[in-house]
């Protein structure tokens, strides 16, 4: 494909990962969700008054235990909604988004949730977050609970891989807005950005500073794997050379950073620079080389992704590549919004404009 080489001024499409089970036995036709029991259906199985089946689930110590047990058993038998939203959830009137993150500890995705809680949270609704930790188990469990919890909508800050689960969230029939990645075939909504193109800028940046042989690390897969092929791209067309190359599993601490430009070192290979797809990797990246007595960027050249509030504060401060988080969660909200009120965006698929933040690290 030409556009996978030298991106024009439109942004290059991500080709994100469609996973399909091996060997899919044949699905079952797709049943309406159930209507949820009301409590006074509770109750009358039971055999108790519904004031009964209230306090029994809000204050069990002043029900008596044969009838606790009683109501407890016909709660779990039904799937009755006992939380704070139950009338709404009965209704169809969630008032609840559920924001799922890939990274809990990541500044950028937090930004975002915030940006996004801005604009819903004033029209009474409410973000409830959970956490996938890149993990497709993780991410297919929380999907399964959505019909359960029946949200108004969802976010997630990334983009679904899994076929299964694509089509568990269609299946909803409620908005869905996906982040973070730019795909021909979106679930529903989209605000994104093109990893590829973010991978490219790097080693085009790299480049243009005089930099010749390049090191590369990010996380394992998905949109690490994007931007490693940008780079790969962009590096050669400027006539890099990639030294050497590291994934990393599911970086969550500076630690990982460090421990990863020390496996990179150890591979033999000398590079001037590193591109780390992930500030995690970077931050720990410049706190090892410090270690190692080496200068940065005199001696290696430190480029980041994700624009973190210590990448100013580091010394001697490190270059990143990224977009605005905060402003990209709150395009996220305003479409949601635009959809919970009934009306469809004009644009339902937005593309976040990359920059670079320089800094001495470069």
């Not at 009474?124 to 977050?129: A, E, H, N, P, T």
């Not at 998905?222 to 006539?239: S, V």
């Not at 990982?256 to 150890?266: E, P, T």
């Amino acid at each position: 494909m030409s556009d996978r080489h030298a991106p024009s001024s439109a942004p290059t499409h991500d080709d994100v990962l469609r996973l399909r089970p091996d060997a899919p036995p044949p699905a079952p036709r797709a049943l309406p969700p159930a209507k949820p029991p009301r409590i006074e259906e509770v109750a009358r199985l039971a055999g108790v008054s519904p004031i009964t089946v209230s306090r029994a689930l809000r204050q069990p110590e002043k029900v008596a235990k044969d009838k606790r047990e009683r109501i407890l058993q016909v709660v779990a038998q039904t799937g009755y909604a006992s939380n704070p939203h139950a009338r709404a959830l009965r209704s169809g009137q969630s008032s609840v988004v559920a924001a799922f993150v890939s990274n809990i500890f990541s500044q950028q995705f937090a930004l975002a949730v915030q940006g996004c809680a801005e604009v819903l949270e004033p029209q009474g609704y409410q973000l409830m977050v959970g956490q996938t930790s890149y993990s497709y188990a993780k991410e297919t469990s929380m999907i399964a609970s959505l019909r359960a919890l029946r949200p108004a909508a969802v976010l997630f800050t990334g983009v679904i891989e899994l076929e299964e689960n694509r089509q568990s969230l269609r299946e909803l029939g409620i908005p869905i807005m996906e982040t973070w990645a730019y795909p021909r075939d979106p679930i529903d909504m989209l605000v994104g950005l093109s990893n590829y193109d973010a991978g490219f800028m790097a080693a085009s940046h790299l480049a243009e500073r005089g930099y010749r042989r390049v090191a590369f690390m990010a996380r394992h897969g998905g949109r690490g794997e994007l931007r490693r092929q940008g780079f790969a791209a962009a590096a050669a067309q400027r006539g890099l050379e990639v030294v050497a190359e590291l994934a990393v599993d599911n970086p969550q601490t500076i630690a990982d950073g460090r421990a990863a430009l020390a496996r990179l070192l150890s591979q033999g290979g000398k590079f001037d620079a590193v591109f780390c797809a992930n500030d995690l990797l970077a931050v720990g990246a410049m706190f090892e080389a410090r270690d190692r007595k080496l200068a940065v960027p005199r001696d290696l050249a430190v480029l980041g992704f994700g624009e973190t509030d210590i990448a100013g504060e580091i010394q001697p401060g490190l270059t990143t590549i990224g977009v605005d988080s905060l402003d990209l969660g709150r395009r996220a909200g305003e479409m949601l919004l635009q959809r919970l009120g009934g009306g469809m965006p004009a644009h339902p698929h937005q593309v976040m404009p990359l920059r670079i933040h320089a800094r001495a690290s470069v």
